[in-house]
């Protein structure tokens, strides 16, 4: 048989359940796991199992299941919600999105490590190999939800504009809201429904809006509109309870690649690649690929990105001014990286005049000496810094 397992967030890579279902899995046949989620990336480097687990593509849960269709027998969605119900909630939203439901088994593992794990068919030819899933890994069998439509597209008789509702589920009052890796409100309640109208976020029913996260995430004066129903939607912390697996598991940055020095000082005359990761933290690995040192822009973008290119061994100078949502758990920033902490409001103006000034416009560019980079950063910011952190 073989099997194909869509992985879905780092909660159940960092309790080392993921582990525990691969290897039971692999009892029945040739085993296939894959995960999308720039978090359950780190996860699975903490864990040591990328060489088991694919991370090399960034897809969603849906898509992910839709390209296994074509090889697997069996296709497996495993999950660790804040609770059951957001769980199966979840799945229910992912089956819902597939083109073709009934295509091959698909079958939710819903936290197998926790007293409330189950396993949920997500489709009717689940029903023929479930209780045999049932067995090898003892879990009991859930009924499913029925399908939800969460997307309401709907055209303001007002303005004339086109609006689309979007309901969030899974949600816990005080929790961040993100859109497309941006915090754009928090949650008062367990009902929330973010509104747009012609691809701008105009309103968060059950919530309150952050409107400097609003600008971000439209660009600012540059207004781009978003596609609320394709948008990536997340509320909580972007990792929310840290690697269970002992430190000695995890590999050091220095064990990747020898800890940089030239940023130390003026002698060390290094060429490389400088990257700018501006409020896109996400997208770390890929906006990272082949870089000596990057930029980061925001107090959580330089939280994550530092601490995912600490894994990668490259150093960031992150541009920060202090009014972070704290949306993930203790992270690391790589020795040889530098933070400058400036005004209140200001690390999105200077980010804006590194990337046109010393990248030209650019996301990326390679410069004759990083050192010299590093100074030029430092005037740039100069009026505004109001401390410096090298670490």
């Given at each position: 048989m073989k099997i194909s397992i869509v992985i879905h967030g780092p909660e159940v890579i960092d309790s080392g359940e993921a582990k525990i279902v691969l290897e039971?899995?692999?009892?029945?046949?040739?085993?296939?796991?894959?995960?999308?989620?720039?978090?359950?990336?780190?996860?699975?480097?903490?864990?040591?199992?990328?060489?088991?687990?694919d991370i090399t593509r960034h897809l969603k849960p849906s898509v992910c299941?839709?390209?296994?269709?074509?090889?697997a027998d069996l296709i497996c969605l495993l999950n660790r919600g804040k609770t059951f119900e957001t769980g199966r909630i979840f799945g229910s939203k992912v089956a819902s999105r597939l083109k073709e439901p009934e295509k091959k088994p698909l079958i939710q593992i819903e936290s197998p490590g926790c007293s409330f794990g189950k396993l949920i068919p997500l489709n009717k030819k689940a029903e023929k190999c479930i209780e045999k899933l049932s067995k090898l890994l003892g879990l009991p069998v859930e009924t499913p939800l029925p399908f939800h439509n969460s997307i309401c597209l709907t055209n303001n008789p007002?303005?004339?504009?086109?609006?689309?509702?979007?309901?969030?589920?899974?949600?816990?009052?005080?929790?961040n809201i993100f859109v497309n890796g941006v915090v754009i409100g928090k949650a008062l309640s367990?009902?929330?429904?973010?509104?747009?109208?012609?691809?701008?976020?105009?309103?968060i029913n059950g919530g309150e809006i952050k409107e400097h996260g609003i600008e971000k995430l439209h660009n600012y004066e540059k207004r781009d509109p978003v596609d609320l129903a394709g948008a990536w939607i997340k509320s909580g912390d972007i990792r929310r309870i840290g690697s269970f697996?002992?430190?000695?598991?995890?590999?050091?940055?220095?064990?990747?690649?020898?800890?940089?020095?030239?940023?130390?000082?003026?002698?060390?005359?290094?060429?490389?690649?400088?990257?700018?990761?501006?409020?896109?933290?996400?997208?770390?690995y890929e906006l990272a690929d082949g870089a000596d040192l990057a930029v980061t822009?925001?107090?959580?973008?330089?939280?994550?990105?530092?601490?995912?290119?600490?894994?990668?061994?490259i150093p960031i100078?992150?541009?920060?001014?202090?009014?972070?949502?704290?949306?993930?758990?203790?992270?690391?920033?790589?020795?040889g990286s530098l933070i400058l902490r400036l005004e209140p409001g200001r690390d999105d103006i200077v980010g804006r005049r590194v990337k046109q000034k010393l990248l030209k416009g650019q996301d990326s560019a390679v410069?004759?000496?990083?050192?010299?980079?590093?100074?030029?950063?430092l005037k740039l910011a100069d009026r505004s810094i109001e401390a410096i952190f090298e670490y």
């Open positions: 039971k899995l692999s009892l029945l046949g040739k085993v296939k796991a894959e995960l999308g989620g720039t978090m359950g990336k780190t996860a699975v480097l903490d864990a040591g199992l990328e060489k088991v687990i299941i839709e390209s296994f269709s074509e090889t007002k303005t004339g504009k086109t609006r689309i509702i979007r309901e969030i589920s899974g949600v816990l009052p005080g929790e367990s009902e929330i429904r973010i509104i747009s109208e012609n691809g701008f976020i105009t309103a697996l002992p430190e000695a598991r995890k590999l050091s940055a220095s064990a990747r690649k020898s800890g940089p020095t030239f940023l130390a000082g003026a002698g060390n005359v290094v060429p490389g690649k400088v990257v700018l990761i501006d409020h896109d933290a996400e997208n770390s822009v925001g107090d959580d973008t330089t939280a994550i990105a530092g601490d995912i290119l600490y894994r990668l061994g100078i992150g541009i920060i001014d202090g009014d972070g949502d704290n949306i993930t758990c203790g992270t690391n920033t790589l020795p410069f004759e000496n990083l050192f010299a980079f590093k100074e030029d950063v």
